[in-house]
C-alpha cells in the first residue's frame, strides 16, 4: 500500500504568505558560508542540511490523502484542497485513472473544498464512488454544488456517480483492500477509516477529540486499533490548546502520541495542522511530540513524524 499525502491543514487552506517566504530567504542568506557554494555538491549539502522550517513548508492545503492499494486502486480520502495537488500530480504523470474510490470523513468545507473542481468528475469515461455514513451524503453534495455558493450545479458532472452509504459495522472490500470505519467525537459528527491490505493497516482518525473513553481497551477499540502500522491522526492543538478548545472536536499532539502508543501503533502522523500555526511551530509541535514518546515509560519503537505535503509512505 502506497500513502500520498497531498493536504495537511485543519479547518482552512494556508498559503505561504510573502512575509513568510521572505523570512525563510533571509534566513538562507544568514546561514549560507564560502564554502558551501564551492560546488552543486556543496550547495545540495548545503540545502538538505538546512532545518525543514526553512527549507520547506509543510502545505497549507485542507485534508486529502491518496492511498494505492496493492492492486493500484485509487482511494481517496476526503476532498479538501490538497485534491488539486493529487490532480496536477496525476496529470504531470500522465496516468489515466477511470475509477475513483472516495472515502469522506464528514462534510465540513476543509473536507470538501476541492469537489467542484475534481475534473474526473467531468467526465463521462471516469466511475467515481463516493463512501459517507450520512445517509443524506447526496443530498449534501447536490446543495453544496448549486447557486449561489457555485455557479453550476450537481448535474453538470458527467462522470458516472455511486453513493454508498455506510452502514453500522459495514466492512468493504475493495479487490484485496478491506476499508472498515468507526465513529468519532466531532462537531457534526465524524469517522475514522481503517484500511487493510495485504496484511498491512493504515488508519485516517482526522477531526478527532480524543476523550478518556477513547483510551479503553474496548473489544471495538481494540479491533479496529490495536497493532496499525500508521494511523494518521488530528493533533490541530497542544494541551494548552485542548485545554481552551474543549469540545471544539480536534486533539492536541500530547493526546494523539498517548493515543498511538496506548494501541501499540508503528508510527503516527500528526495531521489537520492548525491555520494560525508556522512551519516552525509544527517543527516545534513535532519535536516535542518525539520528546515526549520518547520519555513515556514502557517505550516502545513507535516512530513519530508530521504529515507534510507530497510525502509518499510505502507500508
Ligand atoms: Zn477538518
Ligand atoms: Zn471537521
Known sequence: MIIRIWGV????????????????????INLVKPDDLINDASKQRFLANLPPDIRTTVGGNTACIEVRTAKNRVLLLDMGTGLREFEKHRIHSSEKIDEYHIFLTHFHYDHLHGLPFFSPLYNPQVQVHFYSSLPLAEKFFSQFMAEPYHPVGWDSFTAKIDFHILQEGEQMQIDSASISWIPRVHPGGAIAYKIVDNDRIMIYSTDTQLSEKDFQKTPQNLSFFQGADLIIHDAQYTIDE??????WGHSSYSHAVGFAREFGIKKLLLFHHDPMNSDT???????????????????????????????????
Not at 485542548?242 to 469540545?247: E, W
Not at 520528546?291 to 516512530?303: A, F, G, I, P, V
Open 9 to 28: 491543514r485543519g479547518s482552512s487552506p494556508v498559503p505561504l504568505s510573502p512575509g513568510e517566504l521572505q523570512k525563510k530567504i533571509n534566513a538562507v
Open 242 to 247: 485542548a485545554i481552551a478548545k474543549y469540545d
Open 281 to 315: 511551530k509544527l517543527e516545534d509541535i513535532l519535536q516535542s511530540a518525539r520528546l515526549l514518546n520518547s520519555r513515556l515509560k514502557n517505550s516502545t519503537d513507535m516512530e513519530v513524524d508530521i504529515a507534510r505535503e507530497g510525502m509518499e509512505i510505502e507500508l
